[in-house]
């Protein structure tokens, strides 16, 4: 039997594939670990294969991504000064090789495909982790935190918080029948649970913040052009003032004692402190990829056993831009930033300068998120993770549409074109 095209790389027929194959992604990135290389070659292997069903598709406008291109290939040139050259050129090609799995995503599947294939994988996650139901200490303040099959709390609620965030603009801008509302109400029940239980202060306090800025995207609906930018304009000077006020009287510090915590308590600010200390030695190109969190090596060692990490393996600064200084150095850090930041005001503008469209305002909240946990958590610099995809996939659906001569895309070559401007 031969299957249709469309039914795999048509974002407007795909829902099923594309929601089957972004919810086996979801599960690869949460428990590649417990897993092992099953569940990551299954996330290949729904993805990379796309290719040769209509290869015009995916390398059309291939120089539109340049940026994530140029960062993948500065990833994997580190090998060359790299202090660990054989786990960073493994580590590198899985980077790449995630980064495409995303270009391939964003070339095939709808923001709503997404939202669904989340919904969905995430369900089953934090299903199997309700199962397990782990339990995890915190050597520091001694507290005890839900983290089910996650190896950290705050993996958890990363996972969950998700689960709320698609959840809301599911209903929000997505759904097309009563029947959306009650399949996806055990999700966000569930989503919902295991974010409280999981103490999560980072997660709770990040979806919270994001859930007012879709509102506030939202609202702009009511709003002509005109009066978008002008909102736009005076309410980004707003939050630039806010930002550098609430560094200046301590945010962080207000946020974590909600919880009955403090930065010093969790020990963040004397890792931040550890992390410039190493980047001081090689500042400009960094230790490489993946190079300092290897077993073996003083640093990495000594901090291990001052965490009381005692499978010397998954730590890390707790900061985006710490990390990656650490890294990849300068250089590293400013093609990261630029990312970051590219996707974040390309999907903001998008909903402020062009008629109003629920996509960018999805997307646009999705980076929102990111950017809050870059300053505390390291989520878009490493392969594997949902952070990355769901990142580098924003960046790419900002790329322009391309217009391929498949039996199926004829009768929607006038919208493609009108779309690519």
């Known amino acids: 039997m031969k299957i249709p095209k469309s ?76 202090a660990a050259p054989g786990i960073t050129a493994r580590t590198a090609i899985q980077y790449a090789s995630h980064i495409a799995c995303a270009y391939i995503a964003a070339r095939t599947v709808s923001v709503r ?25 915190d050597t520091l303040d001694g507290s005890y935190n839900f983290v089910g099959a996650f190896a950290s709390k705050n993996q958890l609620g990363f996972v969950a918080s998700l689960g709320i965030y698609f959840y809301v603009v599911f209903l929000a801008f997505l759904r097309r029948d009563r029947f959306g509302l009650l399949w996806t109400a ?28 879709i509102v506030l995207l939202a609202a702009s609906k009511l709003l002509s052009l005109r009066y978008r930018r002008v909102v736009f304009v005076v309410g980004g000077g707003l939050i630039v003032v806010a930002i550098v006020a609430a560094l200046n009287v301590g945010l962080m510090d207000f946020v974590l004692g909600i919880f ?12 931040w402190e550890q992390g410039w200390n190493a980047i001081q030695r090689s500042p400009l190109l960094g230790v490489g990829y993946a190079a300092f969190w290897v077993q073996g090596f003083s640093e990495a060692e000594r901090l291990w056993n001052e965490f009381f990490i005692t499978a010397r393996a998954g730590f890390h600064f707790h900061n985006t831009y710490i990390e990656t200084l650490v890294e990849l150095g300068y250089v590293g850090a400013a093609l990261i930033s630029l990312i970051l930041l590219r996707t974040l005001l390309g999907h903001v503008t998008a ?58 895309a004829p009768a929607r070559m006038d919208e493609a074109r009108m779309a690519t401007g």
């Open 7 to 82: 039914l795999l790389i048509d974002p407007e027929k795909n829902t099923a594939y594309g929601g089957f194959a972004v919810a086996v992604s979801i599960w690869a990135f949460s428990y590649s670990t417990i897993f092992g290389q099953m569940v990551i070659l299954a996330y290949y292997a729904v993805w990379l294969p796309l290719v040769f069903v209509d290869y015009r598709r995916y390398l059309r406008h291939v120089s539109s991504a340049w940026l994530p291109l140029a960062f993948a290939a500065y990833v994997c040139f580190s090998i060359f000064w790299s």
């Open 113 to 137: 495909t997404l939202t669904i294939g989340s919904l969905i994988g995430i369900f089953f996650v934090l299903l199997y982790s309700l199962k397990v139901g782990g339990y995890s200490q």
């Open 186 to 213: 055990p999700i966000a029940l569930l989503s919902a649970y295991l974010l409280v239980a999981s103490h999560s202060a980072t997660s709770i306090a990040s979806i919270a913040a994001v859930l007012g800025f």
């Open 260 to 271: 009955g915590k403090d930065s010093t308590l969790t020990g963040r600010t004397y890792l």
């Open 351 to 408: 909903v402020v300068f062009k008629p109003w469209r629920p996509e960018p305002v999805i997307l646009a909240g999705v980076m929102v998120l990111l950017l809050i946990r870059s300053f505390v958590e390291v989520d878009i610099l490493t392969p594997y993770v949902m952070g990355s995809f769901v990142m580098y996939y924003s960046y790419f659906k900002l790329a322009k549409v391309p217009v391929t001569h498949t039996r199926w």
